[in-house]
């Protein structure tokens, strides 16, 4: 069962993590949609991972995301829609 991160405002995640569900969104076109799981698996399966101003992430940065992703997954579980974590996301 999917779920919102909120029901208004999106909950607080890190600029770099905005980043990775924004240039994940970007690079893939998706018939269904971005889950926090989809998230985490991608940031596993890069050995290296990009800011969207094109900067590479260091080891402990990455490391930083898979630690907040996995926080994220535990609040709101591994289907919840990555986009709802956005600004201005449709959820």
């Known amino acids: 069962m999917a779920t919102k991160a909120s029901t208004g405002s999106p ?9 990775a569900i924004t240039t994940l969104l970007t690079e893939r076109q998706r018939e269904s949609p971005l889950t926090l799981n989809d998230v985490r698996l991608a940031l596993q399966r890069n050995s290296s991972a990009w ?8 080891p402990q940065d990455r490391t930083a995301l898979l ?3 996995d926080e994220l997954i535990e609040k709101h579980g ?4 990555a986009t709802g974590f956005l600004p201005s996301g449709p959820g």
Request: glycine fraction near 4%; aromatic fraction near 4%.
């Open 11 to 19: 909950a607080h995640v890190s600029a770099e993590l905005r980043d």
């Open 51 to 58: 800011t969207q101003e094109g900067e590479l992430l260091y």
């Open 67 to 69: 630690i907040e992703i």
């Open 78 to 81: 591994k289907e919840a829609s």
